[in-house]
């Protein structure tokens, strides 16, 4: 069994910054791409940025110069520091890793942690 526990989601003026950590705990033989996405209320989630294992990092044209992605990767752990932030930044965060669990790769979530930007 495999879980990511998110956390360092809060509340943060226009202009703040935050950092995001997830972890992923259980039955882990290897971890290919770690990504967070995020969901704003009565919109769909979408990409925000991702890494793999080999250390290529991607991020949304919207994010991109103000969110850094970072990985340890003996500790399984992805980060999110956010920079800049605006009140659009607003939205559930949620992290996402694809897992090889036992035998066999299988995509996770985390449960979500609530960013909200204050204006």
């Known amino acids: 069994q495999v879980q990511l526990v998110e956390s360092g989601g809060g509340l943060v003026q226009a202009g703040g910054s935050l950092r995001l950590s997830c972890a992923a705990s259980?039955?882990?033989?290897?971890?290919?791409?770690m990504a967070w996405y995020r969901q704003a209320p009565g919109k769909q989630r979408e990409w925000v940025g991702s890494t793999t294992s080999g250390g290529t990092t991607n991020y949304a044209d919207v994010v991109k110069g103000r969110f850094t992605i970072s990985r340890d990767n003996h500790a399984n752990t992805v980060y999110l520091q956010m920079n800049s932030l605006k009140p659009e930044d607003t939205a559930v965060y949620f992290c996402?890793?694809?897992?090889?669990?036992?035998?066999?790769?299988?995509?996770?979530w985390g449960q979500g942690t609530q960013v909200t930007v204050s204006s």
């Open positions: 996402y890793a694809r897992i090889l669990s036992r035998v066999t790769w299988y995509n996770y």
């Open positions: 259980g039955n882990i033989l290897s971890i290919d791409t």
